[in-house]
Each structure stands twice: as C-alpha cells, then as structure tokens.
C-alpha cells in the first residue's frame, strides 16, 4: 500500500492504550418478543484509544512527531495490540504449527498467514497483513521449513514456496509468528490540553485498524 508506511507506532505508548475489536450487528426486535440479528461486517475492526499509553512530555513529543509525519489520518502505519499480537497463547513462544494455512494441492506456491479464534461452534478466521520480520516458521505437516524453500513477505502476510518445495497434495501448510495491526490515526485533529496533561489527564489519541 503506498498509503501506508512500515513502521511502528512507538511501543512504549501503544503498550499502555486501551481498545479491541469491534463488529457492527443488526438486531431487530419482532412481534412474538423474539428477535432477528445479522452481522453486517464479515470481518470485525479494532479501535484503540493511545492516550492512556502517554505518561511523560518526551512520549507526548514523540507522538506529536509520529502524527505530523503520517499526516494525521492520511498514511496508516503497524500498531501492537498488546493484548493479541502472537499465533499462539498468551505468554508462549510461537510455533511452526500453531495455525493451519491450508491444504496443498501440489501446485499452490503462496498461501496467506492466519489466525483462527475459536473452534467449538464457529470459528473466525482472520488475516494476518502485518507479521513481524524473523518471527515467522513455517512447517509441512509438522516439518519446518526454513529459506531458500520457503519466504515471507512482512509488508503483505504471504508465504510463498520456492519450486522446489511447493507443498503436496493434501499436505497441510501451518505457521507461526507475531505480528502488528495495520492502523492509521481516526482523527486529523490531535488534541492535547497541555495544562491538563501537566496534572494527569489523558490527550485524546484514536486509532483505528485498516481492514485488510
């Protein structure tokens, strides 16, 4: 994308935000006191407030900084949601096996990095556009794989098989990584009440995710 830049919002910060993720439902109410819902976004989208993230004038600077090279809402950049940034448990180390793929189907070279939610009744599948560089492994049914036969690319979340090492049919194709949310800024206008911010208040920062 080249509205986005590929760099991080400062971590220190981001660490200390507040957000998640949001869906958009319809519910409509009908005349036996039931009702009817659908979901309206296939896919759900984060929202982040970065303000509770600044304690010090220095990091208030460096966001300043960050927003004015970014243009407020004009280019997006990589956000680390501190509570969901990795393909497996909270407090693990990634694996080459923590999510599946895909299948192999002996001519198939690329296939898109994932995370799947749930598994009991219906599982949301999401895609993962931002991996962070050297923490990706990739295996075949179990086996790591390691360059030339396999690369990454960390602007766009596909994994791509050298010729020689394409996966076979009905092989299964798994990965583990950390990664980043593609986000930009929700406002063109940073407010910040200095002498607030000198007794404790929080500047206003929203950040919001860009759907792949």
């Given at each position: 994308m080249s509205d986005f830049h590929e760099v991080r919002f400062p971590l220190d910060v981001s660490l200390g935000g507040r957000g998640g993720p949001e869906r958009r439902t319809e519910i409509v109410a009908l005349g036996s006191n039931r009702e009817s819902r659908n979901a309206r976004w296939a896919h759900s989208r984060r929202r982040y407030e970065a303000g509770y993230g600044v304690k010090s004038l220095a990091q208030l600077s460096q966001i300043i900084a960050f927003?004015?090279?970014?243009?407020?809402?004009?280019?997006?950049?990589?956000?680390?949601?501190?509570?969901?940034?990795?393909?497996?448990?909270?407090?693990?180390?990634?694996?080459p096996t923590d999510q599946t793929l895909g299948a192999g189907d002996g001519a198939r070279a690329a296939f898109h990095l994932v995370k799947t939610y749930?598994?009991?009744?219906?599982?949301?599948?999401?895609?993962?556009?931002?991996p962070v560089a050297g923490t990706v492994r990739v295996a075949i049914d179990?086996?790591?794989k390691s360059a030339p036969d396999v690369s990454v690319d960390v602007t766009t979340g596909v994994v791509t098989f050298a010729p020689g090492a394409?996966?076979?049919?009905g092989a299964?194709?798994?990965?583990?990584?950390?990664?980043?949310?593609?986000?930009?800024?929700?406002?063109?206008?940073?407010?910040?009440?200095?002498?607030?911010?000198?007794?404790?208040?929080?500047?206003n920062i929203p950040i919001i995710e860009i759907v792949p």
């Open positions: 927003f004015e090279e970014r243009r407020g809402r004009l280019y997006g950049f990589r956000w680390r949601d501190r509570a969901d940034f990795a393909s497996c448990a909270a407090g693990a180390t990634p694996g749930g598994g009991a009744f219906a599982p949301y599948t999401r895609d993962i556009a931002k179990g086996v790591e394409i996966p076979s049919e299964v194709v798994a990965a583990g990584f950390l990664f980043d949310v593609p986000a930009r800024f929700d406002s063109d206008y940073l407010e910040i009440d200095m002498q607030a911010f000198e007794a404790g208040s929080i500047p």
